[in-house]
Nanobody, 117 residues
């Protein structure tokens, strides 16, 4: 059974930091491209950051320089370090696992991040 379990969300003040984790099981983690998406009510889910099988990273412009995605293949876990958080970063953050050679994709259940004073 495939599971992606996000954790680390919560309430933080503007300028603060959070570290999200996504622990996976039931997949061959090292073969998956891992991404973080976010979604606010009434809007489409949007990509935040991606890390490839080789460890290359991509970020959308609005998080560049503030967020860092990383992976630990030994722990089957992907992380999102979020610094200098802004109120507009408030969203539910989702972990995504995508295996390019099999076109398999899985989602986590999401973790709420709220940035507010």
């Amino acid at each position: 059974q495939v599971q992606l379990v996000e954790s680390g969300g919560g309430l933080v003040q503007p300028g603060g930091s959070l570290r999200l984790s996504c622990a996976t099981s039931g997949i061959l983690f090292r073969f998956y491209v891992m991404s973080w998406y976010r979604q606010v009510p009434g809007k489409e889910r949007e990509l935040v950051a991606k890390i490839t099988i080789a460890g290359n990273t991509n970020y959308v412009d609005f998080v560049k320089g503030r967020f860092t995605i990383s992976r630990d293949n030994a722990k089957n876990t992907v992380y999102l370090q979020m610094n200098s958080l802004k109120p507009e970063d408030t969203a539910v953050y989702y972990c995504n696992a995508y295996r390019p050679d099999r076109t398999l994709t899985y989602w986590g259940q999401g973790t709420q991040v709220t940035v507010s004073s």
